[in-house]
């Protein structure tokens, strides 16, 4: 999917791909997540469709529809399914690498990369720190 040159006036979520691209994004990361010993303690069913939940919310993210808010309940559903899942340091950066891996994989163009960077980084620390008992905001 990686491109020279880029609409200016395209979203994230349409140079990323759109609704396909943010299904390939999401498989490529949970392939990754579910085949990290580490990681795997942080899911209690790992066959629940969490492929199709993380598609949602990227989707949405990227500025994609408001799909994952209306079926799903949002931010605050992603906040709190992360409570009392004690995330390691080391499970913390582990989530990092696994993203950006998974979004080199699929070819995430290099201006999402660089709007998509900091919030990797802000939501990998805002999961450790809900999963510990401590807003993050």
């Known amino acids: 999917m990686a491109?020279?040159?880029?609409?200016?006036?395209?979203?994230?979520?349409e140079l990323s791909g759109g609704a396909p691209g943010m299904q390939k994004l999401a498989a490529a990361f949970y392939a990754r997540m579910f085949a990290d010993p580490l990681m795997v303690p942080l899911f209690?069913?790992?066959?629940?469709?969490?492929?199709?939940?993380?598609?949602?919310w990227l989707g949405e993210f990227f500025g994609g529809p408001a799909v994952h808010s209306e079926q799903r309940?949002?931010?605050?559903?992603?906040?709190m399914v992360h409570r009392g899942l004690n995330i390691s340091d080391a499970q913390r950066q582990h989530w990092i690498d696994h993203m950006l891996a998974a979004s080199h994989e699929v070819g995430l163009p290099e201006?999402?990369?660089d709007a998509f960077?900091?919030?990797?980084?802000?939501?990998?620390?805002?999961?450790?720190g809900e999963s510990?008992?401590?807003?993050?905001?």
């Open 3 to 13: 491109t020279n040159s880029v609409d200016s006036s395209a979203s994230m979520y």
């Open 44 to 56: 209690h069913d790992p066959d629940e469709d969490h492929v199709g939940r993380m598609a949602l």
């Open 73 to 79: 309940g949002g931010i605050s559903t992603v906040i």
């Open 117 to 128: 960077l900091p919030h990797i980084h802000f939501g990998a620390r805002a999961a450790q």
């Open 111 to 113: 201006v999402v990369m």
């Open 132 to 137: 510990r008992g401590r807003r993050f905001r």
